[in-house]
């Protein structure tokens, strides 16, 4: 009986419970890593690719708001400036 409670202190836990969290936490992991296109057999350049990406959508979604910004100005800011011009009597 020892032997089975340093096992199971080793463990953290019953080693059959252990084993069946570890087999569902690494399906997660797996789905998670496929969805975000990492592969395991070349997983450097997966990680390498996954951060070039990331990088590039956010210059992607500042290069969108950017021009969002310059598309509401062109009406905006005129219309501000009349405003104020006009708006002093």
């Given at each position: ?30 789905v998670i890593m496929a969805a975000l ?53």
């Amino acid at each position: 009986m020892p032997e089975n409670n340093e096992l199971t202190r080793f463990f953290g836990g019953s080693p059959a419970w252990v084993l069946v969290r570890l087999v569902l936490l690494s399906v997660v992991v797996g789905v998670i890593m496929a969805a975000l296109g990492i592969d395991p057999r070349n997983i450097l350049s997966s990680l390498e690719r996954l951060v070039r990406s990331l990088f590039n959508f956010s210059f992607e979604a500042f290069e969108r708001l950017w021009r969002y910004f310059l598309l509401g100005a062109v009406v905006v800011v005129p219309l501000w400036i009349l405003m104020r011009v006009f708006g002093r009597r």
